[in-house]
């Protein structure tokens, strides 16, 4: 793990590790096996603690902070679950059915701990992010074999779709758990949209000039929300997730 992520998420580290304990509970000894595929461990540590950690990140900034463990735990089965399912599409023929399956398998625990965690009032809004998200990911899947570049318009809807949704809900899920006032979740939703924007954009290969709009808008967003705690590793996270430090990052399926 980069020495700059360790210290970005140093504030929650207890809080990660409690995660971390929650989902080994859930899944026992399969979790394990899952997390040995080939196929995940180039951006492990870079994609997995971030799924995470921006929720953590987010909660740490209210009162009930530790409460945030919960919706952490969600997104990062998300994220799992989902990376699994996009990886069906891209990797070798052989591997696909089996990448399915552990895709579905995660998502089937996602439920089971919604309905254990008593939070199946959350079921519709993560059912929506996870549409809204393999919708993103095949709209990409698509211009990539089409000889004409899309739009930036379309391209922008499809990342939307794709990785601001993803930020944009574990920010306003942190916020929620923590304690936040309705505001403050609707200010937290923004900015985690437009990160996701600019994240999308770097590792669909843009220019860096289209990031930079988005983590001002984020940045702008973030400014309006008044809180006793410093915001300074959400504003860190920009340059974290608009320029990852290995090659690995950039090139990852989220």
Sequence with gaps: MERGLKDLFAPVKE???????????????????????????????????????????????FAKSKNAVLPAMFMKLIHLATRFHHLSMVEDKRQEQLLILGGDYIYAHLFFALCQKNCLHLLERLSNLILMMNEGFAHQEVFKKKVAEPSYENLIRSIEK???????????????????????????????????IAHGLIKAGMDSKWSYIHVEKALDFLSQLKTIKSKANLEKMASVLVYPQSGAERCAIF
């Excluded at 399969?30 to 921006?54: H, N, P, V, Y």
């Excluded at 601001?164 to 900015?191: I, R, V």
């Design 162 to 196: 794709h990785y601001g949704n993803f930020f944009g809900e574990a920010c306003a899920l942190g916020a929620l758990f923590a304690g936040a006032e309705e505001k403050d979740q609707k200010l937290l939703f923004h900015f985690g949209i437009n990160m996701g």
């Design 15 to 61: 809080e990660l590790e409690a995660v971390d304990r929650e989902l080994e509970k859930l899944f026992r000894s399969s979790l394990r096996r899952l997390f040995s595929q080939e196929t995940l461990r180039s951006s492990e540590d870079f994609e997995q603690l971030l799924s995470a950690g921006i929720v953590l990140l987010v909660g740490d900034l």
